[in-house]
């Protein structure tokens, strides 16, 4: 499966941002996904996971309540909601897919898109 996220851009501290994430072929349907992000000097780090079915959702404690995971079977899609956005949110976000094993592990998963830069400004 090949991933195409988009959606990122310049931002001000606590406003909003919904990334998404487009996905070919027919397995789509089938995989767990999630959202990862890379900011500058440290490492990729989770962010949010969806269940194939969307009625598991995910999230890492930096960003519960304020992120939200959904995706759209129908439209090989899946989206990342970003809400109250803060400086520290800068980075690059990931949507990966089809993880083997826990799905907190960026090196479990097998297919990753290519991200897009989102930069929150205070």
């Known amino acids: 499966v090949q991933l195409q996220a988009s959606g990122g851009g310049p931002v001000q501290a606590g406003g909003s941002l919904r990334l998404s994430c487009a996905a070919s072929?027919?397995?789509?349907?089938?995989?767990?996904m999630g959202w990862f992000r890379q900011a500058p000097g440290k490492e990729r780090e989770f962010v949010a996971a969806i269940s194939a079915t969307g009625n598991s959702l995910y999230f890492a404690n930096s960003v519960e309540g304020r992120f939200t995971i959904s995706r759209d079977n129908s439209r090989n899609t899946m989206y990342l909601q970003m809400n109250s956005l803060k400086p520290e949110d800068t980075a690059v976000y990931y949507c990966a897919a089809h993880p083997s094993g826990g799905i907190y592990a960026a090196d479990n998963y097998h297919f990753w898109g290519q991200g897009t830069q989102v930069t929150v400004s205070s």
């Open positions: 072929g027919r397995a789509f349907s089938t995989y767990r």
